[in-house]
């Protein structure tokens, strides 16, 4: 796949642009700050061209443009890829706004392939590009901020140690099956127990309250047997397969895929399994940290943030900070599950950074606060901090300062992010990331965040009266 040439004009394409179609104001906006900011493309370009030897040979795919303003277009209507590929296909003025004109649109799978491309650091880079744009728009002066933290999911099922291990001996029994559909001679008395480990889950996860004491560890001891021998007789199954007399290079590097895969999820099952004795085996409390929570999503972190509807949340934790205009000027993927106060200075410093002073305003809730964090936003040169005080007995001092005028309107403006937060969940689509792997997690919470930034540059390029907005007072 390399990122095509401008397409010559043809007959259709003049036709389509005399019928002077005009784009909706949002994508109109759009597509002019994308045009002004050629940066942007060369961006995806760099992705889309990485790795290969001969980019400029080969066949066409999709030009950096149509990659960049087909995302664009995913994220703002949270569509998947088909509808996407069929929504550009049907319309004339998503034709026009992706590029593609009366020229034919590509499958979804040629959208994925070239969405995945795109990297972490490519991402975070176009985010940074599109801010800085705005501020030399005069669109944002950055002289508020407010933040707040968040759970993005991952696409895992609810934890328990019954349904991992069972997922551990059906992933290797996949596995195994498809080594003996290139290789039977390598699985050759080797058992199926699928069924049984899939019965042993299912008991384990119907014993009721006053039957766990009783029946749980002698369930669990048979769940763990079966898990292990699995786990062994795949290992077996691989090591067999590696050393095995292979007829051709293609089922050559078949079999050595499978049996690098049966190691990485063998790994994995150890971990499963340890854990399982730790906890259920032998009674010990296992730290959050050392959980895997999932064999397909390891890097999902469990998430307690004393929420009532949702006490335990499996993802990432998300930190934002929002302009006063409502665009997302700072965005970090944390790990674990960190307070909320250890991001304060952080942030102060990377906005001081970007915009080369500090806000007029810093405003989040309860969680940000302790006293050295709200010296540290009074020694950074903010005039109004505004982070209130959660628990404890405040002084006088404190007390009078969140009495204030400009405390109680910073308070109303942290509210808005709050907002922002739904629109990425409802209208973004990034409550839940249904993308494999962490650097495609970050992939879709960037793009999410930069569908966001574009949206709204677009629209206070469209409606200037929009700029203006109320000052805190000081």
Request: hydrophobic fraction near 40%; charged fraction near 25%; proline fraction near 6%.
């Amino acid at each position: 796949m390399r990122p095509g040439p401008a397409r010559q004009v043809s007959f259709a394409d003049v036709e389509l642009a005399a019928q002077t179609i005009p784009l909706d104001p949002v994508l109109q906006g759009i597509a002019a700050f994308l045009d002004l900011h050629a940066e942007l493309v060369a961006l995806v370009h760099q992705d889309l061209v990485r790795g290969l030897k001969r980019p400029r040979t080969g066949r066409t795919g999709l030009s950096a443009v149509q990659t960049l303003r087909a995302f664009a277009v995913q994220r703002i209507k949270d569509w998947d890829l088909r509808e996407l590929r069929a929504r550009i296909a049907d319309g004339y003025t998503l034709r026009r706004f992706t590029t593609f004109d009366s020229h034919p649109v590509p499958s979804h799978r040629a959208f994925h392939r070239a969405f995945i491309r795109l990297t972490p650091a490519t991402v975070r880079a176009l985010n940074d590009a599109v801010v800085r744009a705005a501020i030399t728009l005069g669109l944002e002066d950055g002289t508020r901020l407010r933040v707040d933290t968040t759970v993005v999911e991952t696409d895992v099922h609810h934890p328990t140690d019954s349904t991992l291990l069972w997922d551990v001996v059906r992933v290797l029994t996949r596995l195994v099956r498809q080594l003996g559909a290139v290789l039977p001679a390598v699985i050759a008395g080797v058992p199926d127990r699928t069924r049984r480990a899939r019965r042993r889950m299912q008991e384990i996860s119907r014993l009721t309250p006053a039957q766990r004491p009783r029946q749980q560890r002698r369930k669990y001891h048979d769940l763990l047997a079966v898990t292990t021998e699995v786990l062994i007789q795949a290992r077996a199954a691989g090591t067999r397969a590696r050393t095995a007399q292979l007829p051709d290079p293609l089922t050559a590097t078949t079999v050595h895929a499978l049996a690098a895969e049966i190691e990485q999820v063998g790994a994995l099952g150890d971990r499963v399994i340890a854990q399982t004795r730790r906890r259920v085996l032998q009674g010990e409390t296992v730290p959050a940290a050392e959980k895997l929570l999932s064999i397909f999503e390891p890097h999902t972190a469990l998430i307690v943030r004393g929420k009532a509807r949702t006490p335990a949340e499996f993802g990432h934790k998300v930190f934002l900070a929002e302009s006063g205009t409502g665009l997302i000027t700072d965005y970090q993927i944390l790990d674990g599950n960190p307070a909320d106060e250890d991001h304060v200075a952080p942030s102060l410093e990377r906005h001081q950074r970007l915009f080369g002073a500090a806000p007029i305003l810093y405003a989040g809730d309860r969680g940000f606060y302790t006293p050295a964090n709200a010296a540290t936003v009074t020694a950074a040169g903010v005039p109004t901090e505004c982070l209130p005080q959660r628990g404890g007995h405040k002084t006088p001092a404190r007390a009078a300062h969140e009495k204030t005028r400009a405390f109680k309107q910073g308070q109303r403006f942290r509210a808005g992010i709050e907002g922002r937060i739904s629109v990425l969940f409802r209208g973004r689509g990034m409550k839940r990331c249904l993308l494999t792997g962490r650097a495609r997690f970050e992939v879709f919470v960037g793009l999410a965040i930069l569908a966001n930034n574009l949206l709204r540059i677009a629209e206070l390029l469209t409606h200037p009266a929009r700029r203006r907005r109320r000052r805190p007072a000081l």
